[in-house]
């Protein structure tokens, strides 16, 4: 839960300094893809 929060910080700060929204969206996919990872290693 907390890595979830810190990445959601993380991809807010980077799409305040991003210039293109193209980027914000890779780093919000890359910042779930990573969080549904984090889940599922939990889970098993």
Do not use: Y
């Not at 305040?16 to 889940?39: D, G, Y």
Request: hydrophobic share 45%; proline share 5%.
């Amino acid at each position: 839960m907390a890595f979830d929060l810190l990445s959601q910080w993380l991809v807010l700060k980077a799409a305040k300094r991003s210039p293109t929204p193209n980027f914000t969206k890779s780093c919000i996919q890359s910042a779930l893809l990573v969080s549904n990872a984090a889940e599922q290693n939990h889970d098993g």
